[in-house]
């Protein structure tokens, strides 16, 4: 028996041995790092009004006051997360509200639509009423005149939809709310009026989500 030898394969052994544990566990601490920010934290979406046109807005007296408008909004929806997209799980809608009064409902992306990880889709929401809109009482009749009078009217925007994020199974709510402020301008004047781009705020997220 010569002890050194076996001593030795033993001693290069466990140093061995400890290599490979330190580098199982520098790659655990790397895939930690790259894939929990990836994949185990979802951040919520973005939302923005980047452009507004109306193109008229008006008073409408049928037997009952109502307002006729065109308005078009330039809308982008952000996905911040690294790895993870959005599919919409139902169509994405919005509505437009003056004085409390519904204006409008308009589809903006229909059922399985996405914002892939990383991605910013934009869409261009149309939508014009010859005078079915909102039913102004002369509460609304009065604010219309007021703001009519300064050429900027205050028209909030809500959009609702649910959504996926990939891979995961729980069933997303999306509601945001953007106040805007939106001056008359002349048909065909998209971004000319210096409009402001509008942030809109994300009602809180449920669980999951
Ligand atoms: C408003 O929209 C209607 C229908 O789309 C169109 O006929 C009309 O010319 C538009 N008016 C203005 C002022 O943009
Ligand atoms: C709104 O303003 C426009 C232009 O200033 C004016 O022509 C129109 O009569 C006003 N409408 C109402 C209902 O006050």
Redesign the pocket.
């Known amino acids: 028996m010569r002890p050194g030898c076996c001593g030795d394969a033993w001693e290069n052994m466990k140093s061995c041995l400890t290599y490979l544990g330190l580098l199982a566990l520098v790659a655990l601490v790397v895939a930690g790092i790259v894939l929990v920010p990836a994949y185990g934290i979802l951040r919520h979406a973005k939302i923005t009004v980047e452009d507004a046109s109306l193109?008229?807005f008006a008073l409408v007296k049928t037997p009952v006051t109502l307002i006729?408008?065109?308005l078009t909004l330039k809308l982008e929806i952000h996905n911040p997360n690294w790895a993870i997209g959005i599919k919409y799980d139902e169509p994405l809608v919005a509505s437009y509200n003056f004085d409390g009064q519904p204006l409008d409902r308009v589809q903006v992306a229909g059922k399985g639509g996405k914002v892939g990880a990383r991605r910013t889709a934009v869409y261009r929401v149309?939508s014009?009423s010859?005078g079915a809109g909102a039913t102004l009482g002369s509460a609304g009749e009065a604010w219309f005149r007021e703001q009519n009078a300064t050429g900027v009217f205050e028209v909030a925007a809500r959009l609702t939809g649910k959504f996926k994020y990939t891979a995961r199974y729980t069933k997303c709510e999306l509601v945001a709310t953007c106040p805007l402020k939106l001056r008359l301008t002349?048909?065909g004047t998209m971004g000319v009026a210096g409009f402001e781009r509008v942030t809109c705020t994300l009602d809180k997220a449920k669980k999951y989500c």
């Open positions: 193109t008229r006729a408008y065109n149309g014009s010859a002349p048909p």
